[in-house]
Every structure is written in structure tokens, then in C-alpha cells.
């Protein structure tokens, strides 16, 4: 991310604890590039989540909006998608809206026509 990684990096959280980074480096790969999957481990056991950090902003973007809530084949529990926090704090609403929810049309259009669920909810932050 040439600007700042931080808005290039996503935490996600709930994932199946038998999924290895490259299980997660596969579904979110379709999004764009990606510069590193880091699977969060105590020892050799994953603790169920990772950052996925994007080379581009945009593609970071869609993935959050489009993985969100998505399950792994044999899940019951969906993806928790957010934006780790910046400076030691967490994000605003506002900048958050302007990840997630700032989307153009055509991206909107392009996820939900490959069957993709959208999060329309309140964001926990």
C-alpha cells in the first residue's frame, strides 16, 4: 500500500481453526494481491484469526465488504472483518463507512452477481 499499510490490512477473525494461511490467502486472493497472510498461532495451533494485508487500498476494501460473514465450507460461525487499529486506537465511524461502505456501484454490482452476501448491519466501532 503505498500510502499507508494500515488501510491496506484487514483482521479477520472466526475462521475455522484447522485453516491454514493458505486457505485464507485463497479466498481472499480473487480481491487482489496480496502481500501477506499472517495466521495468528500459539505455537502450532491457530488462534482462529489473521491479518490479511492487500498491495492495494480498493482491493482491501472489496474483500472487507464482500468476506464479511463468510463461511468456510463445514462452518458455523462467520468471518469477522475490520480494520486493525490505527495509532494505538481504533478507527472512527466515519473512516470506517468510507472503507466498507464506500463501494462503487460496479463493484457492488460485480460481488453480488458471484453470489456474494454484502454486510448492510451497523459496524461495532
Not at 458455523?76 to 456501484?105: D, S, W
Request: with cysteine; charged share 20%; glycine share 10%.
Amino acid at each position: 500500500c503505498p500510502n499507508n499499510v494500515d488501510s491496506c490490512k484487514l483482521f479477520v477473525g472466526c475462521l475455522p481453526y484447522s485453516k491454514s494461511e493458505q486457505d485464507v490467502a485463497e479466498v481472499f486472493a480473487p480481491f487482489g494481491e496480496l502481500q501477506e497472510v499472517a495466521l495468528m498461532k500459539a505455537g502450532e495451533k491457530s488462534k482462529g484469526c489473521a491479518f490479511v494485508t492487500f498491495v492495494d487500498e480498493r482491493a482491501a476494501q472489496t474483500a472487507a465488504a464482500a468476506m464479511a460473514n463468510f463461511l468456510f465450507p463445514g462452518s458455523n460461525r462467520g468471518l469477522n472483518i475490520v480494520y486493525p487499529a490505527v495509532n494505538g486506537g481504533n478507527r472512527t465511524a466515519a473512516t470506517a463507512k468510507k472503507a466498507i461502505g464506500g463501494l462503487p456501484k460496479h463493484a457492488l454490482d460485480a460481488l453480488s452477481s458471484q453470489g456474494c452476501k454484502l454486510f448492510g448491519g451497523r459496524l461495532p466501532f
